[in-house]
């Protein structure tokens, strides 16, 4: 049974850090891409990072120099470094493994 579960969300001012956590059981963790989305109120769901089972990292124009995308193999488990943060990054932000597996999302609001 593949689970997939992020943690790590919460309500941060303008400029603030938040660090989300993707942990995943049931996969060989190591093989898969992994990605991190978003999703506004009213908005699509929108592609945030990826990083590849070599390590390699991809990242959406909106976040380039703020946020990264990290994963420990070892634990089963990327991660999501956020920094800047702004109001427009407020959303639930989604884990996937590869093109399959959801997790259920953590609210991110960046609010003063």
């Known amino acids: 049974q593949v689970q997939v579960v992020e943690s790590g969300g919460g309500l941060v001012q303008p400029g603030g850090s938040l660090r989300l956590s993707c942990a995943t059981s049931g996969i060989i963790f190591r093989d898969y891409v992994m990605k991190w989305y978003r999703q506004a109120p009213g908005k699509q769901r929108e592609l945030v990072a990826f990083?590849?089972?070599?390590?390699?990292?991809n990242y959406a124009d909106s976040v380039k120099g703020r946020f990264t995308i990290a994963r420990d193999n070892g634990r089963n488990t990327v991660y999501l470094q956020m920094n800047s943060l702004k109001p427009e990054d407020t959303a639930v932000y989604y884990c996937r493994v590869g093109n399959q597996y959801w997790g259920q999302g953590t609210q991110v609001t960046v609010s003063s």
């Open positions: 990083i590849n089972s070599g390590g390699s990292t």
